[in-house]
């Protein structure tokens, strides 16, 4: 089971910081991804990474702005957020999977109950 917290309303150019922590000890040789989701558009990639370490990944819309990390002993992952932007507003999803495809959302068999995220201009 995967619990997002951290969404909220901020302005543009704000941070936020956003946290999934789950329960469950297999998760060694999973990917841990964040995932979101826009009114009326498709879930879309945001990043990923690799819960031994060494690997990341960015979608080109968030990098340089957003950095996803992870916290073994606590069992949780995280995506800090920076000079957030209007577009960046929608639902963030965490998820976990030993994915083939890191960018791909079915590749992913856990996933949190979501958590909004809204920047006003």
């Known amino acids: 089971q995967l619990i997002e917290s951290g969404g909220g309303l901020v302005q543009s150019g704000g941070s936020l910081r956003l946290s999934c922590t789950f329960s469950?000890?297999?998760?060694?040789?999973?990917?841990m991804a964040w995932f979101r989701q826009a009114p009326g558009k498709e879930r879309e990639f945001v990043s990923a990474?690799?819960?031994?370490?060494?690997?990341?990944s960015y979608s080109d819309a968030v990098k340089g702005r957003f950095t996803i990390s992870r916290d073994k002993r606590a069992n949780a992952f995280y995506l800090e957020m920076n000079n957030l932007k209007p577009e960046d507003t929608a639902v963030y999803y965490c998820?976990?999977?030993?994915?083939?495809?890191?960018?791909?959302?079915?590749?992913?068999?856990?996933w949190g109950q979501g958590t909004q995220v809204t920047v006003s201009a």
């Open positions: 998820a976990a999977g030993p994915v083939g495809s890191v960018r791909s959302q079915h590749d992913y068999d856990n």
């Open positions: 469950g000890s297999n998760f060694e040789t999973y990917f």
């Open positions: 990474v690799m819960w031994t370490g060494g690997y990341k």
